[in-house]
C-alpha cells in the first residue's frame, strides 16, 4: 500500500518500518540553484574579471557540481524533516538510504528530475506493565551483622597502629619474601628470582604456612609446589608473587610450564600492633567533635554507617532489578533487521561480522530496549532536567568520591563550581551525568509506583544473589 504526499511516497515494509520516495523535479529546485551561483559569483575573485562580475556560465562550469550537490541534500533534508513532522513521525534511528537505481546527476548544465530514497524506522507503541502497577520488585535488607563491626574495628585499629620490625613472623604479620627458582635443592642460575610482601596468612595451612611461619630473618624454607602454597589464583601468582615472563618459543612449539619449586627466603616483617581504644583514638576515627567516649558508643556508630553503607548496596541492587524486570517484562516489538543495517552502516560496527556482530548485537539490543523504555517513562513523569539540576547531582556524586576515598570535602560551593567547569568543558561527562540523573530520577518515581517486596538478607547470600 503506498500513500501519496507531494512529491514523496510512502511504501510500508512492516516492523513499523517503511521507506520514501523522494523526487526532486528540476523545476522544484533550478531557482535555488540559479540563486546560489548568483550568491558565489558575488564572492569569488577570478583573475581577468572584476569582483562580482565573473560571468554566469564560468561561475557554473568552475562550481555548479559542488553547489548542486550541497543544495539537493539541504533541500532533501528539509523535505524529509518536513515530512516526519507533518506527519508527527519519531524516529527510533536517522534514516537508513536506499538504492533507486537512479543515480544523482550532478551536471549543471542539465538540470534532472533526482530521486531520492531511505528507509525509516518508527518508534513503537508499547505498554510497561511494571510502571502501570503489575508485577513487583525486591529490596533485599542487608542486615549488619556482629562479626562486621568487629571486622570493621580490627581493620581501623590496625589501619591506626603501631609498626615494629620483629625477627620473627606470625600469622597476623606481613613479610617480604624472596622466592628463588630451585632444581631440587639448588637455586637456578638465571631462574625466576623475585621479592614481594605477601601477609603470612596468604600461605596455606600445611605444612609450607607451617615451615613459613617457623622462619626468622634471613632464614629459608623449601616450597614444593608454589600454586598450591599459597592461596591465590595461579595467573596472579604468576605475575604479582613471582614477576614471572613466560619465555619465547617458536611458532608452532608449546610453551613449558612455569616452575613450580622455590627456596622461600624471610627478608623482612612487619607487625602492627592494633591501636588501643581511647579517646585519641575515637577523634581520629569520628573527627574532633564526636562524643563517643567508650568502645561500646564506637560499636554503635559503626553499626549506624555500615547500616547506610549496605543501605546503599540494597538501593543499587533495587535499581539494577527494577531495570531487569522493566527489560524483560516490557514488550517492544522492535525491528531487529532494520537495527541491524543500521549498526552495520555504522563505522565502529564495520569490522564485526558472523557470531561476533551476533553477540555484540544482542547487547546492543538489551541497550536500546532500556532507552526506549527510559524515553517513554521519561515522558511519562514529565522528567526534565535543568541546568542547577545537573549540577548538583554532579557535585554530589563529586562528594561521595571524596569521601570513598577517605577524602571528605566540606564545601558545597567548591564542588558546584568544580562540576559546573566540567559539565561546560566536558561533553562526555556532561551527557554521562544527564543520563544517570535521567535514571536517578526515574527510580525515585518508580519506588513510589511499584509494588516492593521487602526481604532480609545476610551479606553472604546478598553477594551470591545473581547478575542477569
Do not use: C
Not at 261 to 277: C, G, I, S, W, Y
Not at 315 to 323: P, T, V
Not at 335 to 362: H, M, N, R, T, V
Not at 449 to 454: A, L, P, T
Amino acid at each position: 500500500m503506498s500513500v501519496e504526499t507531494a512529491n514523496i511516497v510512502r511504501e510500508e515494509l512492516g516492523q513499523g518500518v517503511f521507506s520514501i520516495k523522494m523526487t526532486l523535479t528540476p523545476d522544484s529546485y533550478e531557482a535555488d540553484f540559479k540563486k546560489e551561483l548568483k550568491k558565489i559569483a558575488k564572492q569569488i575573485d577570478i583573475k581577468g574579471f572584476r569582483k562580482g562580475m565573473v560571468p554566469p556560465a564560468l561561475v557554473r562550469k568552475l562550481h555548479g557540481k559542488s553547489v548542486l550537490f550541497d543544495m539537493l541534500m539541504e533541500r532533501v533534508n528539509k523535505e524529509l524533516n518536513t515530512y516526519l513532522e507533518e506527519n508527527s513521525i519519531e524516529m527510533i534511528a536517522q534514516p537508513l538510504p536506499m538504492e533507486t537505481g537512479d543515480q544523482i546527476n550532478l551536471d549543471p548544465k542539465n538540470l534532472q528530475e533526482q530521486v531520492f530514497a531511505f528507509k525509516i524506522a518508527e518508534r513503537p507503541v508499547f505498554d510497561i506493565p511494571l510502571a502501570d502497577g503489575k508485577g513487583s520488585v525486591t529490596r533485599y535488607n542487608i542486615a549488619v551483622e556482629g562479626e562486621m563491626v568487629d571486622e570493621e574495628l580490627a581493620s581501623m585499629r590496625k589501619q591506626m597502629g603501631e609498626v615494629s620490625k620483629p625477627e620473627e613472623i606470625s600469622i597476623d604479620d606481613s613479610g617480604e619474601f624472596l622466592f628463588e627458582q630451585l632444581t631440587r635443592n639448588t637455586v637456578v642460575e638465571d631462574g625466576v628470582s623475585h621479592a614481594t610482601w605477601l601477609p603470612a596468612n596468604a600461605f596455606k595451612e600445611g605444612e609450607d604456612r607451617d615451615a613459613i611461619l617457623a622462619l626468622k630473618v634471613g632464614e629459608s624454607a623449601v616450597v614444593k609446589d608454589i600454586f598450591k602454597a599459597i592461596d591465590r589464583e595461579e595467573e596472579s601468582i604468576l605475575k604479582f608473587v613471582l614477576d614471572y615472563q613466560a619465555p619465547e618459543v617458536a611458532e608452532g612449539e608449546k610453551a613449558p610450564k612455569p616452575p613450580k619449586r622455590f627456596k622461600v627466603t624471610l627478608n623482612e616483617v612487619n607487625r602492627v600492633t592494633p591501636a588501643e581504644l581511647n579517646e585519641e583514638f575515637f577523634k581520629k576515627v569520628l573527627g574532633e567533635e564526636t562524643e563517643v567516649k567508650d568502645e561500646a558508643g564506637l560499636r554503635e556508630q559503626l553499626e549506624m554507617d555500615l547500616g547506610d553503607v549496605l543501605s546503599g548496596h540494597s538501593d543499587a541492587r533495587l535499581k539494577y532489578d527494577m531495570e531487569m524486570a522493566l527489560i524483560n517484562g516490557t514488550k517492544i516489538d522492535l525491528p531487529e533487521d532494520f537495527l541491524k543495517e543500521y549498526i552495520q552502516s555504522q563505522q565502529e560496527a564495520k569490522s564485526l561480522e558472523g557470531e561476533e556482530f551476533e553477540k555484540e548485537f544482542e547487547g546492543f539490543l538489551k541497550g536500546f530496549r532500556w532507552t526506549m523504555i527510559q524515553r517513554n517513562l521519561m515522558e511519562r513523569f514529565e522528567i526534565e532536567n535543568t541546568k542547577a539540576e545537573l549540577v548538583n547531582f554532579a557535585a554530589g556524586r563529586l562528594a561521595q568520591q571524596f569521601a570513598q576515598y577517605g577524602g571528605g570535602m566540606n564545601n558545597p560551593e567548591f564542588l558546584k563550581g568544580f562540576a559546573e567547569k566540567q559539565l561546560e568543558e566536558d561533553e562526555q561527562y556532561r551527557n554521562r551525568t544527564f543520563d544517570e540523573l535521567v535514571s536517578f530520577k526515574i527510580f525515585e518515581k518508580m519506588k513510589e509506583d511499584v509494588s516492593i517486596k521487602q526481604k532480609d538478607i545476610s551479606f553472604e547470600d546478598f553477594k551470591k544473589l545473581e547478575v542477569k
